[in-house]
């Protein structure tokens, strides 16, 4: 009888070496917490690998760099015309389509999102959430992984109830001397339901490991 090897596989070996993890909490009125989520993100969506090949075109080939922006919209950026690779979110209060994002849509995650399906605006008004100002880690180093982390909170300020059910993280870009804003990361999580006060915290951490 032939006898067949056992495959070991370290333990390590099928660490993510580029990721993010996420984690939802949702403060109710009464001051009680509830965490909703909290594990990996499922999703970089296509555009992230969009901003990487942005950053490495060929320049002296004047290679074109194709996104599609939240809104739908092919971008085409010319290496010719904007050479550099960038992506900024802001952190003031009020910023609905920069940074975290918070939406009502059922779809699911496909590596080809661009946008939420039903974005969540800022707002006092039904449907609506107040979108409270972001805050961002610098870039931390712990042993061979290297993360920062952006956390934004949103309340809803009317007496409708809204449900979160989709969260995302946008950036915008500054092609030529226009700014567009593109969906890198997307999640579906549990349906969330927001009385008048309550309060949903998410947290997303972006790391790399060797």
């Not at 990361?185 to 490991?209: A, H």
């Amino acid at each position: 009888m032939r006898r067949i090897d056992k495959i070991r596989i370290r333990k390590d070996e099928n660490k993510d070496m580029i990721g993010a993890d996420l984690k939802v909490t949702v403060r109710r009125r009464n001051g009680d917490t509830e965490i909703i989520y909290s594990g990996k993100s499922k999703s970089f969506v296509i555009a992230m690998l969009a901003h990487f090949k942005h950053m490495g075109k060929d320049y002296p080939n004047r290679a074109t760099c194709c996104m599609k922006d939240w809104q739908g919209n092919s971008r085409y950026v010319d290496a010719n015309n904007h050479r550099f690779f960038n992506a900024y979110w802001h952190t003031e209060e009020g910023r609905w389509q920069w940074g975290i994002c918070f939406g009502s849509g059922f779809k699911g995650v496909e590596a080809s999102d661009y946008q939420l399906e039903n974005h969540i605006r800022h707002g006092t008004s039904s449907g609506q959430l107040y979108y409270y100002a972001g805050t961002y880690s610098q870039v931390i180093i712990d042993g061979n992984t290297a993360y920062f982390t952006a956390t934004k909170s949103a309340e809803n300020k009317h007496t409708d109830p809204i449900t979160v059910r989709e969260v995302a993280f946008m950036v915008r870009s500054r092609h030529d001397t226009s700014d567009y804003d593109f969906v890198i990361v997307r999640d579906r999580i549990s349906d969330v339901t927001l009385e008048q006060y309550d309060t949903i915290t998410v947290e997303y951490k972006f790391k790399v490991s060797a």
